[in-house]
């Protein structure tokens, strides 16, 4: 396993992320994994013996059965591993038991605590923007959380490139604790990200966690042209939206790449993601052990600068405005260009 640095706080995370989304299983979540408690000690033992290091939950996940699940795992390792869990969802009918409010966030990260048997969080990231608090108010909150030594840094996930800056700027401005990193969605058949969010992301010197790298399971392998795995979790929740034909290409793309190294697709979808510079960790899941060797895998995958060349080719977005304006007006603007002139 390997290690990067997440953003500049001098902690090594390993580059997989073990999620732990398909712990437990309530309500909803039935449909993205019921992993018992005998299940989940084998998977995180696994997880921790192939030296990933870092576990991301959520207290929403299967209503903090997740998070209890994952403390009972990690009990009597927690100094060997660094937790990330997440707040904004919907924990109650209460009018105040969602969203990033002062009440909220204090209510819910105390909750967490107790579910994970620990005295203090390593990433408290927000699940998402809410629309009813102001920023500053939710910065102000998880600023008093590191402060009090319950968490030791703040992220957020879900958010538009311009929230992310404002959120940078109020903490710049304030003094306040500021995101080192964003959890968001990135894949080979999905690379929106790559528009506003990356360029930020570079500039600002903030790490990235990668969820749903396999875009739902479509890049697993169980989806072609051809046909489908009827069994797979994407057959009967169709989530995260992609673009179908440029996946279809993508899978085609990977399967050559796949066969001549002699692993799976899925081992390509997270190689290629691996070797994107401004990814920090992809987070991956696993309900059967065998997913999870498979999974682990891809950290010795290697591609060849054509086969990067290639899978960019089929999966490049289509030019979008100012990108495209943007680009065209600082053609002569490259460091080399303005040597030659």
Known sequence: MKYRELADTGILVSELCFGTMTFGGRGFWTAIGTTPQDEVNQIVNHCLEAGINFFDTANVYSFGLSEEMLGVALEGKRQDVVIATKVRGRMGDGANQVGLSRVHI???VHASLKRLNTDYIDLYQIHGFDTLTNMETTLRTLDDLV????VRHIGCSN???WQLMKALGISEFRNLERFVSIQSYYSVAGRDLEREIVPVLKDQNVGLLVWSPLAGGFLSGKFTREGQDDEARRANFDFPPIEKERAYNCV????????????SIAQVALG??????????VIIGAKRMEQLEDNLKA??????????????????LPPEYPGWMIGFQ????????????
């Open 159 to 161: 958010l538009a490139a």
């Open 330 to 341: 600082n053609t002569n603007r490259r460091p080399e260009e303005l040597a030659q002139s």
């Open 147 to 150: 402060r009090s030594g319950k």
């Open 272 to 281: 290629w993601l691996l070797h994107q510079d401004v990814v920090t960790s």
């Open 252 to 263: 085609e793309a990977m399967q050559e790449i796949a066969t001549n190294h002699e692993v």
């Open 106 to 108: 204090m209510n819910e």
């Open 299 to 316: 950290v010795d995958l290697e591609l060849s600068a054509d086969e990067l060349a290639k899978l960019d080719e089929v999966s490049q």
